[in-house]
C-alpha cells in the first residue's frame, strides 16, 4: 500500500517506519526535520512540512491509500493543540484526497479508557506532569471520531523501547485501575500495520497492552 505516515521521527513511529518498509508498502513520511529521519529506502519519499500547516499536509496526502498517524510532542507544560489541530488538518486533507483509511496512535488513559493507565499515572503523572498533553489527546480523539473516515484509534499502555514479544492482548478493557500496563513500541506498530488491512477494529477504540 501507499502510506503517509505522520509522527515518523517519534518512537513509535520510528518503528512503524521500518516494519511498513519491511512489509512491502511505499512510505511517505510527513516531517518538520527530514535531517532527524535516520532512513533511506527506494520505497521511502520523505516531505517536509508541518502537521499544523493545512498545504503541506494536503500535498503529502495525494496519492495515499491509508494514513498512520503517531503523532506526538514534547510541550508539555503549556496548553497547546498541536495533536487536534494536527489531526484535524490531517482529516481535511484526507477528505479532499479521497483517502478513508486512518490509524492514529493515542494512549490508554484518554476517553474512554481514562483509569485504566493505573493508580500512579491516573492520579500523579498525567494530573500533574501530562495534563495539557492529555487534554489534547482527548480532543484529538474527538476530532477523528467525528469524521467520516474508517478510522481505528489505537490506545496503547506505556511505552517501552524494548524487543517486540509478538504477544500482546488487544480490545477493550485491556487496562488496569490499579497496576500500569506496558507495551514495547515495537509491538505498537506491528499492531498498527497488521489492522490497517485486518480492519478488525474498523471505527472503534482498541486498547493494546501486555
Wanted: glycine share 10%.
Amino acid at each position: 500500500m501507499r502510506l503517509l505516515l505522520i509522527g515518523a521521527t517519534g518512537g513509535t513511529g520510528a518503528q512503524v517506519l521500518h516494519q511498513a518498509l519491511d512489509r512491502g508498502h511505499d512510505v511517505t513520511a510527513l516531517v518538520r526535520s527530514p535531517g532527524k529521519l535516520a532512513a533511506s529506502h527506494p520505497r521511502l519519499t520523505v516531505c517536509k512540512g508541518d502537521v499544523l500547516d493545512q498545504t503541506s499536509v494536503a500535498t503529502a496526502t495525494a496519492g495515499q491509500q491509508a494514513v498512520l498517524s503517531t503523532l506526538g510532542h514534547r510541550q508539555f507544560l503549556r496548553p497547546t493543540r498541536i495533536l487536534s489541530e494536527g489531526t484535524r488538518n490531517i482529516l481535511l486533507a484526507m477528505q479532499a484526497n479521497g483517502v478513508t483509511r486512518l490509524v492514529c496512535e493515542t494512549s490508554l488513559g484518554v476517553g474512554t479508557s481514562w483509569g485504566r493507565l493505573g493508580l500512579l499515572y491516573t492520579l500523579l503523572v498525567v494530573p500533574f506532569i501530562l495534563p495539557f498533553y492529555y487534554y489534547d489527546k482527548g480532543r484529538q480523539e474527538k476530532v477523528i471520531k467525528a469524521s467520516s473516515v474508517d478510522w481505528t484509534i489505537v490506545q496503547p499502555g506505556i511505552l517501552t523501547d524494548d524487543p517486540a514479544r509478538g504477544v500482546y492482548r488487544h480490545g477493550a478493557g485491556v487496562g488496569r485501575w490499579i497496576a500500569s500496563v506496558r507495551i514495547a513500541r515495537a509491538d505498537v506498530a506491528a499492531f498498527m500495520l497488521t489492522e490497517l488491512t485486518a480492519r478488525r477494529y474498523v471505527r472503534q477504540v482498541v486498547e493494546v497492552a501486555y
